[in-house]
């Protein structure tokens, strides 16, 4: 029981740390590196209005294209991740049916008084 304790707190902190950083929309690298992308062509693109050089339909129409060029790449990370958490838990049932079968407690009878 102190084994399996130690195994599910460690799995909880783990849980834990992936669901606060890696929650979908939040923190992951590829939703991360979209919206850099995107502020980088708003300030460039801002300035670049601001002076003259571009209209704001090209602008908005390129930040268009920064977002579809990102959410392929965002899909494909999100289902790496699931594929990823099949392969886990398939491991965990595999080991759960290859573990040896444990044998019932015997019947306890109370003596009679």
Known sequence: MEQFREFNDDVYHVELWRTVLLRPGRARPTTFIGNLSYV??????GV???????????????????????????????????????VASAERVFDLL??????????????SP
Do not use: K
């Open 40 to 45: 980088a062509v708003a300030v460039v693109g």
């Open 48 to 86: 670049q209005v601001a002076t003259g050089q571009i209209t704001l339909g090209s602008i908005q129409a390129f930040i268009q294209y920064v977002r579809q060029f990102n959410q392929p790449l965002t899909q494909v990370a999100g289902m790496y991740n699931t594929l990823q958490s099949g």
């Open 98 to 111: 290859d573990a040896e079968e444990e044998s019932p407690e015997p019947d306890v009878t109370l003596p």
